[in-house]
């Protein structure tokens, strides 16, 4: 039962009270004037005590909900900032992951870009093709011929000797490779004439184009061939 009714019940006691005293007085002939007079007073003071308890409880309620209500605004903003804080920490965690994807991507494109430029040969550079003969000699005209200076023969040499010797019909029957620039398959050489097989010009043609498109020349295929064993 909340305290409000039990207010009421008090006063309701208090004025059944009065009435049973005045009944009293009544039938014992006693004066009711002074009678009626004492227990007014006496209901009185308990109305008063009673509305006086009624209201300090009212009191009491209204602090405690108070409390109660500051308490739990109180923890919402404990919790609002926990989670702002943790908010927080992910976007920071996120941003230092961006930037250290970011710098990795970088790195790479550094370290490909300087491999490009990259020159596997470091030796003497021959003023000629006439510094060679059979195949190699016929290899450096063409070279030169495709655009290519003759700073890049050295590393072809060494690329196609490395391959095949630059034998035209070295092959190699786990591959499949074949020729001189070692082709796989081989027939990929018919795109530029149909005696791949035999004829080292046609082989030779077809190497050069390849080296071109992957590599931009033939250091850079050198370079792949020393790091990674092929080219």
Not at 9 to 17: D, E, H, N, P, S
Not at 19 to 42: I, K, M, P
Not at 50 to 73: L, N, P, V
């Amino acid at each position: 039962m909340s305290r409000l009714w039990s207010r009421f019940g008090a006063r309701t006691a208090a004025v059944a009270l009065l009435s049973v005293g005045v009944a009293g007085g009544f039938y014992l002939g006693e004066d009711r004037e002074t009678q009626q007079q004492g227990l007014t007073a006496q209901v009185g003071l308990q109305v008063d005590q009673a509305e006086y308890d009624y209201q300090r409880d009212r009191q009491a309620d209204h602090r405690r909900e108070s409390a109660k209500q500051r308490a739990a605004e109180y923890q919402a903003k404990l919790r609002a900032a926990a989670a702002a804080k943790e908010a927080a920490q992910r976007a920071k965690a996120a941003e230092a992951a961006a930037a250290s994807r970011k710098k990795e991507r970088e790195a790479e494109a550094k370290a490909k870009a300087e491999d490009g430029k990259i020159k596997a040969y470091a030796g003497p550079v021959p003023a000629s093709c006439s510094s060679y003969s059979g195949h190699r000699k016929t290899g450096c005209a063409m070279l030169l011929q495709a655009g290519f200076k003759i700073d890049q023969m050295p590393c072809l040499d060494k690329l196609w000797n490395k391959e095949s010797g630059w034998n035209p019909k070295a092959s190699n029957s786990s591959s499949g490779a074949y020729g001189i620039p070692q082709a796989v398959p081989g027939s990929k050489m018919s795109s530029i004439a149909s005696d791949w097989r035999t004829n080292p010009v046609t082989q030779i043609k077809w190497g050069l184009g390849y080296i071109e498109g992957r590599y931009d020349n033939p250091c850079g295929a050198w370079a792949k061939s020393q790091s990674e064993g092929w080219y």
